[in-house]
């Protein structure tokens, strides 16, 4: 038998050990101590009847995101099953208690998420199963350069509407649109308010600055798996505020 609970902070190392094996975008130990301590209620594991952590999700709340312009928004960081016990249902289990709480603690008005183009089972958990919906295609997403879809799920209806018609014509993000996105970063206004969230948006499969980071996990960061089978981060935000980082010191 396999129990679903929300994640202690003991549990912490135990989600990054299983995001370690199951994906290529890892994280250091602080961004899901970041998660835990700011969002405890979107954070779950799958154990085992032995104890043993088999599966987790990683949410939060959009930071930006609960103000005029922007609905509260959940978001799915990271989710992932050990492969022997996949097909079990664990992970939507996963997602749907994640999800209840968004609703429930945050009140969220959806729920978004970045996959890969090819995670084909992934695809088809979000979208057939959980009824997800692709709102771009986001181009070099990933650190390897492979697309992403970014997807939402609604939970008020109202916002689709309004997203589908703010989406209209933009499902594929276009390259020009990606670099001119890219080319932004540079703003220093944008890389102060950046820097205050220095610890949400570590990402370690990149080789960390020697400075900044204490745990060096990009050095066992490498998944077990087929990078095909890949996952929900946000590489390119930590791609963009590394390289701002960068910029501000010159
Ligand atoms: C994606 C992942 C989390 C799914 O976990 P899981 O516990 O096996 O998923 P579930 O058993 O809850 O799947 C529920 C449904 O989703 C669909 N699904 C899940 N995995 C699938 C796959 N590999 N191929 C096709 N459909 C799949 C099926 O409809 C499944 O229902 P079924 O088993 O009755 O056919 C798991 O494969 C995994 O950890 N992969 C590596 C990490 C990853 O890719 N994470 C997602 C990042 S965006």
Redesign the pocket.
Known sequence: MVGIRRATLDDLIHMQQTNLM??P?NYQLKYYLYHGLSWPHLLHV?ETDSGRIV?YVLAKIDEESGNKDKPISGH?T??????E???????????DICMEEMVEIYDAAHCS????VG????????R???GFKVLQEEIDYYADDENAYEMRKYFKPEYEEIDAEQYSGAAKKGKKQADAEKMNVGDEDDAGEEDKQEVAKEETKEQPDQDEVEDKPSEVSEST?NTQ?????EPTASKKKKKNRKKKRR
């Open positions: 199951c994906l975008e799958a599966g799915i990271s989710i992932s099953v050990h492969r016990y996949r097909k079990l249902g664990i992970a939507k289990r996963l997602m998420l970045n996959v890969r995670n084909v089972g992934a695809m088809s958990l979000y057939d199963v959980l798996e089978e890949a996952g929900s981060a």
